[in-house]
């Protein structure tokens, strides 16, 4: 919790004048007491109504002075609290964004979305309870017992033995049910994991029929959350009976006492309702702090997740310093590269070597999981290198700055991403300034335009969230105008062309041969979508067959001669055999 304090550094003056209005209205609140046994002892016994009034009106300043401290005191906790989470979400969100594929495949997207939401909210309650509560309440507490003491020191020994009481039960409670907060976290982790994957696949969960299993699966996860929860509620739901139990015994004990010592004549009557008053305030301001405890309990459970993102240093740092070159001999080199991922066994990549002029297009296919996504992701460094280095324009790929890397490199995932808005704000994601006819050049080449202009708002039209009301083509194709609108010096297609048909897939191949100064890297099942290329590099379980034209690997490659003539009828079928 102390690295996230930082966070409160621009609310020190909030910190400061919450917890001090909470002590002036705790100061006032202590004085109720000795005004009623006043009233009672003075005013009523003596007949005086006058007095009486002037006291009430005292109750009613004290009242109304306490109101004021403690709405001060709400405001400025609850100011530094939200400022305070504002500023820690921003920074989560932000380091998030500097971690690499690997810290976030091993971290999981569903527990990143509970840090960055439900951890956070914690936090946030445990600060504004802290700045509230944490000097009040033992203040409240330790003053009732002294002004007891100070009305009637043997009436007052009740207090000694009550308080010591309510506080083992309060920390026995709390020793209980305090450890079983972190599982609850990630009991929650695994309920948003279920219900985002649900979200997420709703089609092909249909598609299979697959409704009441998943139903199931989420009702045994949301049962063993909820019996965890229910097991620390009931727990926690001991704490007021037994502690008011505590209490009214506490009271009892004391009107018993103090009718004893009132009868002698030690003490008025309303003395004994001043020690009452303040046996009272005592019961509230434990229960009070027993709750924020266990608030703070859950908020340094929930610190310490926080925590564990931010300890999680991102494996890809961008360094910077060395310009780019401007004369090169080669757009990309891998100079025996080899690739592992966090927390597996083998080598994904192994010794992958070839180099690539400017403006060639490089044809790369092989069998599903032998390693072509692998091979393109650590051109703009989404992975770094286990062995071997990574060159592009000539210069180490880890000693690019990332942003500048990543501003030379179009990239066109396997998955069509597309966000929420219209398609003119889609695709300048690729460039910010672009102008229109640049994104009608970017469609153009795409072979997008003719769809977006049957479109009735045109560039316009409102996409909907992930793309739902676009087709897997229609997806596709614009993914690719969003990494060709911002003129790349090297675009990498990964087999982001696998829903279009084939004459539609020719003419992309045509307009992207166009693009003379592009460094073109496509990776394809079909042996169509890069049978024009300069180079293809054939990919077997991680590691190199061979490299060459489609002529020459089809005389010379039985790997790609299985993979073409496995496909041939139907490029003939097509048209482009």
């Excluded at 004994?272 to 305030?281: E, R, T």
Aim: hydrophobic content about 45%; overall charge positive.
């Amino acid at each position: 919790m102390k690295s996230l304090m930082k966070y409160l550094d621009e609310y020190k003056k909030e910190c400061i004048l919450s917890p001090l209005f909470k002590l002036s209205e705790a100061t006032f609140e202590l004085f109720v007491p000795l005004v009623m046994a006043a009233i009672i002892d003075t005013g009523i016994l003596g007949k005086d109504k006058q007095y009486v009034f002037k006291m009430c009106m005292i109750l009613i300043a004290l009242g109304v002075v306490g109101l004021v401290c403690s709405i001060t005191a709400q405001y400025f906790a609850a100011k530094a609290a939200v400022g305070f989470s504002a500023k820690l979400r921003h920074a989560l969100f932000e380091h998030i964004g500097k971690l690499s594929y690997s810290e976030l495949d091993t971290i999981g997207t569903s527990t990143l979305i509970t840090r960055m939401t439900s951890d956070v909210n914690q936090v946030q309650n445990g600060v504004n309870l802290v700045l509230r509560l944490l000097l009040r309440s033992p203040f409240v507490v330790l003053g009732a017992m002294i002004m007891a003491f100070a009305i009637d020191v043997k009436a007052a020994l009740v207090f000694v033995v009550v308080i010591p009481v309510l506080c083992i039960v309060v920390f026995i409670i709390m020793f209980m049910s305090v450890p079983m907060y972190h599982v609850v976290q990630d009991k929650l982790d695994k309920v948003l994991r279920i219900t985002r994957e649900n979200l997420i696949g709703v089609r092909v969960i249909r598609a299979f029929n697959k409704e009441k299993d998943e139903k199931k699966l989420f009702d045994r996860s949301n049962r063993k959350l909820t019996n965890i929860q229910m097991y620390v509620g009931r727990i926690s739901a001991m704490m007021n009976p037994v502690t008011y139990c505590i209490i009214n015994i506490g009271i009892a004990a004391l009107i018993y006492a103090g009718a004893f010592r009132a009868d002698a004549g030690d003490i008025t009557q309303g003395q004994v309702v001043a020690l009452v008053n303040y046996m009272s305030q005592i019961l509230v301001e434990v229960v009070k702090l027993a709750n924020l405890i266990i608030t703070v309990t859950k908020a340094l459970a929930s610190a310490k997740r926080i925590e564990e993102v931010f300890d999680t240093e991102p494996s890809i740092v961008s360094k910077g310093g060395i310009k780019a070159k401007r004369k090169f001999e080669y757009a990309v080199e891998f100079n025996t590269v080899s690739l592992k991922y966090k927390n597996t066994g083998a080598e994904a990549l192994s010794n992958i070597s070839f180099k690539v002029k400017p403006g060639q297009t490089i044809g790369i296919i092989g069998g599903t999981g032998c390693g072509k996504t692998s091979v393109v992701n650590m051109i703009p460094r989404f992975y770094d290198a286990t062995r071997g280095e990574v060159k592009v324009n000539g210069i180490n790929v880890k000693h690019w700055q990332t942003d500048k890397l990543r501003d030379i490199v179009g990239m066109v995932m396997q998955k069509s991403v597309l966000f929420k808005g219209t398609i003119r704000d889609n695709l300048k994601w690729g460039k910010a300034d672009a102008t229109d006819e640049e994104i009608y050049r970017a469609l153009d080449i795409s072979q997008a335009r003719e769809f977006v202009d049957a479109k009735e708002n045109k560039l316009d039209e409102m996409i909907e969230q992930g793309g739902k009301n676009l087709s897997g083509g229609q997806r596709q194709r614009l993914t690719i105008a969003r990494a060709i609108i911002k003129n790349p010096q090297i675009l990498i297609l990964d087999d982001s062309a696998s829903a279009l048909d084939f004459a539609t897939d020719a003419k992309l191949r045509k307009s992207l041969a166009e693009l003379e100064d592009t460094t073109i890297f496509i990776v394809s099942q079909r042996t169509s979508s890069i049978r024009h290329a300069d180079n293809i590099i054939v990919l077997d379980d991680g590691k190199i067959v061979m490299t060459g034209t489609h002529e020459e690997l089809l005389e010379k490659c039985d790997e790609y001669k299985e993979i073409h003539y496995s496909q041939i009828s139907k490029d003939e079928e097509g048209g482009v055999a």
